[in-house]
């Protein structure tokens, strides 16, 4: 089966008792047994919810791999990957990370004495030589965020596992459509589902997927025992939000594309960080191993910080608010907003400037979108 069929069925059989074509919403915490350890698979809603089962057999089907589990959180979901780590473990991190995985690897993880390395997303002899004897995990967030270059996943996976290391990688920013980091040899994909793939900014929700049994068993205990499980109406929403993943992609990469190359022209603009365009410097890795460049473009304002503070109350389509990957566009400004939690010297020593302002482009016409950001920057 082809991905925009997957999205519409893989998970989703009609309901047996009823012909449902939709799956039910199973509002229940717990569920009959009819004697001493017999039941229809499920006990208690922790456990297991078939609402939930439904969506995270599709989530798996779209990463191609053989589980998938879905958590209350983008940042639940990190939690439990990082809880297959123990005291005194390591890991190597590429350094210009979505602002709540530095804040839990540093803030909580280094709590328990698990200690982070990080190197520049694009240099892959630097996770090799950041490996310490400890070191458990790579974790790549590719593109990165929010300045979208690109970590290697198929040359860093090799390193992995030569070190014997799990590859993680958050695909938050491309979605399943336009990037499988299983594919490409990682052992661990995580979505904040609140983005792309549920894509109606109405949800908060996460998923792990893997085909490596262990690890899944492993954070399908953690995910019983720790309890950050999302409810039945969320999975709900977010099956209803991914059926149409595949057309939403498609869409927010060809507004993202004109965007982009809008900007590339302005005379207020410094500078424009897109995959898709032939200046960045990824884009040669973009196209090998993305099928797209996806809906996400950041760029540099010439002016001060003021300056881009009446830019950004200026905008009228766009939304002056943090996320991404909705239906509707965002403007955010990273370094006060997503990313506020990582200290100013070692956001301005990653580039991260007062004046970047971050785009999710959404699929209104482009054409108001364009005009949008006209009037704004004017
Ligand atoms: C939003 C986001 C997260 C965290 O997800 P939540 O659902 O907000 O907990 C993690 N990684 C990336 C890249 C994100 O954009």
């Known amino acids: 089966m082809q991905f925009a069929t997957k999205a519409i069925h893989a998970g989703q059989e009609p309901d047996p008792s009823t012909g449902a074509i939709m799956t039910p919403i199973f509002q229940t915490s717990t569920y009959a047994q009819s004697g001493?350890?017999?039941?229809?698979?499920?006990?208690?809603?922790?456990?297991?919810?078939?609402?939930?089962?439904?969506?995270?057999?599709?989530?798996?089907?779209?990463?191609?791999?053989?589980?998938?589990?879905?958590f209350a959180s983008g940042l639940a979901a990190e939690h439990a990957i990082?809880?297959?780590?123990?005291?005194?473990?390591?890991?190597?991190?590429?350094?210009?990370?979505?602002?709540?995985?530095?804040r839990i690897f540093e803030k909580v993880m280094g709590r328990f004495n698990v200690q982070t390395t990080y190197v520049t997303a694009s240099n892959v002899e630097g996770y090799a030589r950041a490996i310490r004897p400890n070191t458990k995990l790579i974790w790549l967030e590719t593109p990165t965020n929010p300045l979208l270059r690109l970590a290697d996943i198929r040359a860093v996976a090799e390193i992995a596992h030569r070190h014997n290391l799990l590859l993680v990688v958050d695909n938050t920013f491309s979605?399943?459509?336009?990037?499988?980091?299983?594919?490409?040899?990682?052992?661990?994909?995580?979505?904040?589902?609140?983005?792309?793939?549920?894509?109606?900014?109405?949800?908060?929700?996460?998923?792990?997927?893997?085909?490596?049994?262990?690890?899944?068993?492993?954070?399908?205990?953690?995910?019983?025992?720790?309890g950050a499980v999302p409810g039945p109406f969320d999975c709900w929403l977010t099956l209803r939000g991914l059926k149409t993943l595949a057309v939403r992609m498609r869409q927010h990469q060809e507004n993202a594309r004109a965007v982009a190359s809008y900007l590339s022209e302005h005379p207020r603009v410094e500078k424009v960080y897109?995959?898709?365009?032939?200046?960045?410097?990824?884009?040669?890795?973009?196209?090998?191993?993305?099928?797209?460049?996806?809906?996400?473009?950041?760029?540099?304002?010439?002016?001060t910080l003021a300056d881009v503070d009446q830019v950004v109350r200026r905008f009228k389509v766009f939304t002056f608010a943090e996320s991404l990957g909705g239906v509707e566009s965002l403007v955010c400004h990273p370094a006060s907003m997503t990313h506020g939690s990582i200290p100013r010297e070692i956001r301005e020593a990653r580039g991260l400037?007062?004046?970047?302002?971050?785009?999710?482009?959404?699929?209104?016409?482009?054409?108001?979108l364009l005009a949008d950001l006209e009037q704004a920057l004017a």
């Not at 993305?290 to 473009?297: A, L, N």
């Open 82 to 102: 990082l809880n297959l780590l123990s005291a005194g473990d390591h890991m190597v991190a590429c350094d210009d990370l979505y602002g709540g995985s530095y």
């Open 175 to 226: 979605s399943p459509y336009f990037q499988q980091p299983l594919k490409l040899g990682a052992d661990i994909v995580l979505h904040s589902t609140t983005k792309y793939i549920n894509g109606h900014s109405d949800v908060i929700g996460g998923a792990v997927v893997t085909s490596n049994r262990e690890v899944y068993e492993a954070l399908k205990f953690y995910q019983n025992a720790a």
């Open 274 to 303: 897109y995959p898709g365009l032939v200046s960045h410097p990824d884009h040669e890795l973009a196209q090998r191993q993305m099928s797209g460049f996806g809906g996400m473009v950041s760029f540099q304002f010439k002016g």
């Open 353 to 368: 400037t007062d004046t970047l302002l971050r785009l999710s482009v959404g699929i209104e016409d482009v054409s108001d």
């Open 36 to 70: 001493m350890g017999e039941h229809k698979g499920y006990e208690y809603a922790r456990t297991g919810n078939p609402t939930r089962t439904a969506l995270e057999a599709c989530l798996a089907a779209l990463e191609d791999g053989d589980y998938g589990l879905s």
